[in-house]
């Protein structure tokens, strides 16, 4: 068989127990075909073989991110970044900046996900104020959102917001300085977010970049766990970006239930959905049913002995067994979130329940999300009953404060990474917010540093080597495609060209660290303008 691509004279890291790297990979029709060294794999080579001098360079598997709100991220990705901002001069100027460049149709917004943008990080201690932002952007609408629960908006964007304005109290929005508290906060928020869904062009060009820059951070596949009742539109967009070729990443699209919303209505949402779970194809597929069956840090169903409070669960037992009974008859995923320990241990018993009682549910079908305070017991459980795990690094480092407020001692025991790993559980990444590059993730694991330089459990902490295979072969193995995540031969031919191998960096370096190259199936997708003129060429 002739190589249609061959790979030489770099390093070849296949991420594959039993498969060895060497120095030379070669694909065909969109598979690894080989690895090994150079002389052995010329052989494979023919007059219409494609050569890549790789000039010491390394190539790994792409990277998969088991969690990540494509959509979601590709509006964050346009927002403003005022995490190091320390006056109001700078907070507008950055506004001003952005109203210089962008068009007047398209909000101004800022990233707020994340504890660093905050007043009091600003050498004025408060927000800016409309006045302020009217002169940066007078005629580009303005909303910057510092969570949980303060806001500015200008004037441009009060005149759109006016029908969610009109009426709120005085200690909610105060049209002179433009600042909002509370819930009127997130409602004016979800409102403008409404309102940018109903550009699909705009949509499109924002995903397009999203997905420009997560090949840039060496991901080649995207699991979305999907917004509440919101499948069809994400699926639309994927599938319309798909048939125009603006969707270089494989992408699995999870059909998520929104808890507020009666569990028969949502069922019955899914079972009318234009795709059912599994269908699609190689690139572009609906996968599992998301169901959150807790909340987040303070809403978290915690266990018997550690509770916070009343537990939160979002769906009875009976509800969580009916869907599972479901699954199991379909062969449906079923990926549920669960922070707490007696959401963790609700599942397991669920799980345990519906197989006892005849239901076909296999071992991998269904999935954990987050799965923050797991316990060794749980780990047992799941490993008994074949339910997966996706752990979420970036999120142990953005919402470090909020887990500490809600968990006290138990804080440090968040995503046991390396209790997992010495027991031989085989867990996924994936990131649900920003920073989301897996290389920030994996230095989250290995040094267990959050965004303020403390630590949350440094216990808990992984080897370098053992960061990078939940984002690879163990993603792979997560999501039900075997062929992902690795370089063994016969696996999709999914990989990145890294400049040096990260294996070989301090792990300090490794956000810092930006492909060479990256393909999908055998297709390259990205290339580094910088490697032009460079050894390397594609």
Partial sequence: MTADWLLTGGRVETFAPGTPGGTALAVHDGRVLAVGSDVELEALAGPGTRRTDLAGATVWPGFI??????????????????????????????????????????????????????????????????????????????????????????????????????????????????????????????????????????????????CRRLLRMGVTTAVDPGLAGAFESSWGLYGEARRRDRLPLRVRLMNRFDWRKPFEFELERLLAASALPMTGDDHLRAWAVKLLLDGEFANAWMRSGEEIGDPHPHYTGEELRALLRLAAERGWPVCIHAMGGGAIGEITAA???????????????????????????????????????????????????????????????????????????????????HPCAPMHGALMAVTRRVWDGSSLGDHEALAPREAFPMYTRHAGDYVGEPDLGHLAPGARADLVVWPRDPLDLDPEEWPRQEPLAVAVGGRPVHLDPSTTGSAFHV
């Fill in 65 to 210: 991110d088991t969690h990540i709100h494509l959509e979601k991220v590709s509006h964050e990705f346009q927002m403003l970044r005022l995490e190091a901002a320390r006056s109001v001069s700078e907070v507008v100027e950055a506004v001003r900046e952005r109203a210089l460049s962008s068009s007047e149709d398209v909000w101004i917004r800022c990233f707020a996900d994340t504890a660093a943008w905050n007043e009091r990080n600003l050498a004025e201690g408060r927000l800016p104020t409309r006045e302020e932002l009217d002169a940066a952007a007078p005629r580009t609408p303005v909303y910057l959102y510092r969570r949980p629960d303060r806001a500015v908006i200008n004037t441009v964007g009060a005149r759109r917001m006016a029908g969610k304005l009109a009426g709120l109290p005085a200690d909610a929005y105060d049209p002179g300085t433009g600042h909002l508290r509370g819930q009127a906060v997130r409602v004016v928020n979800d409102a403008i977010y409404t309102q940018s869904m109903d550009d699909d062009e705009y949509r499109l060009d924002i995903l397009d970049d999203a």
């Fill in 351 to 433: 799980v345990d329940d519906v197989r006892r009682s005849g239901a076909p549910l296999g071992h991998g079908q269904v999935s954990i999300a987050h799965a923050f305070l797991i316990d060794v017991l749980d780990l047992r459980e799941c490993s008994r009953l074949g339910i997966k795990i996706s752990v979420n690094p970036p999120l142990g480092y953005v919402y470090s404060d909020e887990i500490r407020a809600a968990w006290g001692p138990l804080a440090g025991r968040t995503m046991p990474l390396a209790t997992m790993s010495a027991l031989g559980f085989r867990f996924a990444a994936g990131s649900d917010t």
